[in-house]
């Protein structure tokens, strides 16, 4: 038996890299990071909602993509920002916390060109600090992007951002602690041939009150009340078509004497006059009941009962009345 050193690195991964995963994950663990998996959801929907706001509202025709949301600290956030970039911050007034909204030099500088005319050229965003027309003109866009977060945050519990200050990340840098554990949903925005992006930061502080309702997935439930979606599969399923098929009996027989049918053979399937019939959708059985004669000498099927419910005894006298 070979004796393994418990301090030894991982197998593909070197001692200093080893350290720095683990340094991570004890950085994360002390940070009290706690993924919240509906956030995912809540900006996959958001992103192409943004995107047909800055169409309808902005003029702008963009692509917006959610990749995931990632965790860090605010010092880290603010750090890691474009330092041309335009900041904001928002109220929570039903959460009794503030976020904040970054959008990167390239977004600021291709969205100003569009709307002021021009074309948008990649690579082109001045390293400079915004100017005051430039920063009043994407409080519009912040606006929007607040609107649109509310909404869908909106499915899981009442919502509302109010925008107060557009500053600078310096600016914005004093708001939370250094330390201050954030969610971050990063957008990577397409306009043109111009590729930018813009942020959402909000503290996990500011989440609390919403945190359990982030921290499960909700498999089937409903998430809110927009009902447009479900009176819109609705009123497709009402409209549509299936195929039902009524099964009277069915009997094992084996292989060899099937093998030794031939025209002529009488088969007994052992099928009684008060054989329950089985209605079937798509091999799944949905209702049961009784088969008779019609006065037209057609052969009907009587409903009993629904799958799932328990089986009565019929009159044989009913089924004549058919």
């Not at 994950?25 to 992103?47: C, E, N, T």
């Not at 041939?193 to 500011?206: H, K, N, V, Y």
């Not at 009684?272 to 004669?293: K, N």
């Not at 005894?313 to 009913?318: A, L, N, Y």
Request: aromatic content about 6%; glycine content about 8%; overall charge negative.
């Amino acid at each position: 038996m070979e004796d393994t050193d418990p301090h030894a690195p991982a197998p593909g991964l070197t001692a200093p890299q080893t350290r720095l995963v683990e340094e991570e994950i004890i950085a994360k663990a002390s940070a009290g990071f706690q993924p919240l998996p509906m956030l995912d959801v809540i900006f996959s929907r958001m992103a192409p909602a943004t995107a047909a706001s800055f169409r309808a509202r902005a003029s702008l025709l963009t692509d917006i993509r959610f990749d995931r949301t990632t965790y860090a600290c605010w010092g880290e956030v603010v750090t890691g920002m474009d330092p041309h970039a335009i900041c904001a911050t928002a109220q929570a007034p039903e959460w009794n916390g503030a976020i904040a909204l970054s959008m990167d030099s390239e977004f600021v500088f291709a969205a100003m060109e569009k709307l002021t005319g021009g074309i948008p050229v990649p690579g082109a965003a001045p390293a400079r600090a915004p100017t005051g027309i430039e920063r009043e003109t994407m409080r519009h866009l912040f606006r929007l992007i607040l609107e649109d977060l509310a909404t869908n945050m909106s499915r899981i519990a009442e919502a509302r951002f109010s925008l107060e200050a557009v500053e600078s990340p310096k600016e914005i840098g004093a708001i939370h602690g250094v330390n201050t554990p954030c969610a971050i949903a990063r957008m990577e925005v397409r306009l043109d041939d111009c590729e930018g992006s813009f942020s959402i930061i909000i503290p996990l502080r500011t989440l609390d009150p919403v945190q359990e309702r982030l921290s499960t997935m909700f498999l089937g439930d409903k998430l809110g009340g927009d009902t447009s979606w479900r009176d819109h599969i609705a009123g497709r399923i009402t409209g549509s078509s299936v195929v039902v098929t009524a099964r009277i009996h069915e009997k094992r027989i084996p292989l060899a004497q099937i093998l030794g049918w031939k025209r002529g053979t009488q088969i007994d399937f052992g099928i009684l006059p008060d054989q329950e019939v089985t209605v079937m959708c798509s091999g799944i059985p949905i209702l049961f009941g009784h088969a008779g004669r019609l006065k037209s000498g057609n052969i009907a099927l009587r409903v009993e009962r629904e799958a799932g419910e328990p089986a009565e005894p019929t009159d044989p006298e009913e089924l004549e009345a058919l």
